[in-house]
C-alpha cells in the first residue's frame, strides 16, 4: 500500500517562508502533487512534480527527490490568506495511475 | 468548485435512514472519483469510475455504501442504513484536463452529513 507523512501542524508570521515537508512510501512512483484547501472548502490543486528537482509558481514552489521518497512544499511572502491545510498525495502504479493517495494534511496557521 | 457540482451540501439525518448524496460534472472528463473526509481519517478514496464504469471500490466502508454512475454528467453515493459513525464530508472529483500527466482532480464543495 501507499503511506505518507506530514506534519500536522505548522505556524509561520506573515511575510515568512515556510516549508512543509512530505515523505512517502509507495510501489512504482508516478508523481506528488499539492492541493490546498481552506476552511470548509474543497481541496484544489497547487503543483505536481513527476522528476526530482524544484517547481516555482509564484510564491509557491514544490521540491522532489525520488530517491529520498521526499518532497516539500515552500511558501514564501506568506500572506494571511494562505491559512489553510496543505495536502501531499502520490500518484502510483495502483490502477495504472489513475488514483491520489493523499496524506493527513498540514494545518499552517499564519500570524500577523 | 468550478466543474463539479454536488447537492446536497448539508444533510443532518437520523441513524436508519437512507442518505443519497449528488454530483453533476460540468466540464468534459472520464474520469469520477468519491472521497471522504474525517477529521480521524483525513482524505479517503472511496470508490472511482472511469468511463462511467466502477473500476475500484475497495475504498467503500461496507456493503451500506453504494455508487452509480448512469452517465457522464451524473453519479450518486448512497448509504442505506447511514450510521453516526458516517459522519464526514464527501467529495466528488473529476479528473481535470491541465496537466494530463498529473491526474489533477477537480473538487465539488462537497456534501456535509451529519447522521445523528
Known amino acids: 500500500g501507499q503511506s505518507l507523512e506530514q506534519p500536522s501542524e505548522v505556524t509561520a508570521v506573515e511575510g515568512a517562508i515556510v516549508q512543509i515537508n512530505c515523505t512517502y512510501q509507495?510501489?512504482?512512483?508516478?508523481?506528488l502533487s499539492w492541493y490546498q484547501q481552506h476552511d470548509g472548502g474543497a481541496p484544489t490543486f497547487l503543483s505536481y512534480?513527476?522528476?526530482?528537482g524544484l517547481e516555482e509558481t509564484g510564491r509557491f514552489s514544490s521540491f522532489l527527490s525520488r530517491s529520498d521518497s521526499y518532497g516539500y512544499l515552500l511558501l514564501q511572502e506568506l500572506q494571511m490568506k494562505d491559512s489553510a491545510s496543505y495536502f501531499c498525495?502520490?500518484?502510483?502504479?495502483?490502477?495504472?495511475?489513475?488514483?491520489?493517495?493523499f496524506g493527513g494534511g498540514t494545518r499552517l496557521m499564519v500570524k500577523p | 468548485d468550478a466543474g463539479v457540482i454536488q447537492s446536497p451540501r448539508h444533510e443532518v439525518t437520523e441513524m436508519g435512514q437512507e442518505v443519497t448524496l449528488r454530483c453533476k460534472p460540468i466540464?468534459?472528463?472520464?474520469?469520477l472519483f468519491w472521497y471522504r473526509q474525517t477529521m480521524m481519517r483525513g482524505l479517503e478514496l472511496l470508490i472511482y469510475?472511469?468511463?462511467?464504469?466502477?473500476?475500484?471500490d475497495s475504498g467503500m466502508p461496507e456493503d451500506r455504501f453504494s455508487a452509480k454512475m448512469p452517465n457522464a454528467s451524473f453519479s450518486t453515493l448512497k448509504i442505506q442504513p447511514s450510521e453516526p459513525r458516517d459522519s464526514a464530508v464527501y467529495f466528488c472529483?473529476?479528473?481535470?484536463?491541465?496537466?494530463?500527466?498529473?491526474?489533477?482532480?477537480?473538487f465539488g464543495a462537497g456534501s456535509r452529513l451529519t447522521v445523528l
Open positions: 469510475f472511469n468511463n462511467n464504469v466502477p473500476i475500484d
Open positions: 512534480n513527476a522528476l526530482d
Open positions: 498525495a502520490v500518484r502510483d502504479r495502483n490502477n495504472a495511475g489513475n488514483m491520489l493517495t
Open positions: 466540464s468534459g472528463h472520464n474520469s
Open positions: 472529483a473529476i479528473r481535470d484536463g491541465r496537466l494530463s500527466g498529473a491526474n489533477v482532480l477537480t
Open positions: 509507495t510501489s512504482g512512483f508516478y508523481g
